[in-house]
């Protein structure tokens, strides 16, 4: 009987993906260990668009990733947006025209195979938080997470020649209402194409400004 129970707490006993001795979501250590003394700027191989992202791919920053990208740890992934709202350098004021915040969503296959589409969960988390810190303000400017890309070809970045993920995935653009301020959303940055694709498709629909925020960057 006993053996049953503590059996039950394995299983449902969460702990942080990145020391994996306190219970629950990413701890405040790990936390602080993940987002290190600066901001990871990321260079893009070509154009002219660059973005900020939490860490480097590192070792530590790829545990906690993948746990929350592909271990199911869904609440891992809403602290790790929580993390991207704090570099994202301003909310929007009054008088601007409202951010919209989206995401380079995941293949299908790979939305499939986990149950989520891990940049989805993050968009909407940095969605929440930002309207939180806009209310925090007294700015009434409520800011919408909205699914702005779809991908044509549906072939995962994962396993891909580093050529082909140059080449970026097939995105197209989804949105109907012209964006002005665009906030960006990816997990892991490789080589940039996708983000540099879902950007230009954005500046093209008539995005004026651009903040492309991620997690990690390959160094
Ligand atoms: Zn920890």
């Known amino acids: 009987m006993s053996e049953a129970i503590a059996t039950v707490v394995v299983v449902f006993t969460k702990q942080c993906p990145g020391c994996r001795t306190v219970r629950g979501s ?34 530590f920053a790829q545990r906690v990733i993948l746990a929350a990208k592909n271990g199911g740890r869904t609440d891992v992934l ?21 951010a919209v915040v989206s995401w380079i969503p995941a293949s299908r296959s790979g939305r499939r195979a986990r149950g989520y589409d891990p940049g989805r969960l993050l968009a909407r988390s940095v969605g929440r938080e930002l309207n939180h810190m806009h209310l925090e303000v007294g700015v009434d400017l409520p800011v919408k997470v909205r699914p702005l890309f779809t991908r044509g070809g549906g072939c995962r970045q994962t ?7 140059l080449d970026g995935p097939d995105l197209r653009w989804l949105g109907s209402d012209p964006i002005a301020r665009l906030i960006l959303v990816d997990d892991v940055v490789t080589t940039g194409s996708s983000m540099r694709s879902a950007v230009s498709l954005a500046v093209r629909h008539g995005a004026v400004s651009v903040d492309a925020v991620a997690l990690a960057s390959v160094r």
Do not use: K, W
Request: charged share 25%; glycine share 12%; aromatic share 8%.
């Open 159 to 165: 396993g891909r020649s580093r050529r082909q993920r």
């Open 26 to 59: 990413l701890c405040q250590s790990c936390r602080i260990r993940l987002v290190g003394d600066s901001q990871v700027f990321i260079g893009f191989d070509a154009g002219p668009v660059s973005g900020t992202a939490l860490a480097y791919y590192d070792d």
């Open 78 to 98: 809403r602290d790790l947006g929580i993390l991207l709202t704090d570099i994202l350098f301003t909310p929007s004021r009054s008088g601007e025209h409202p």
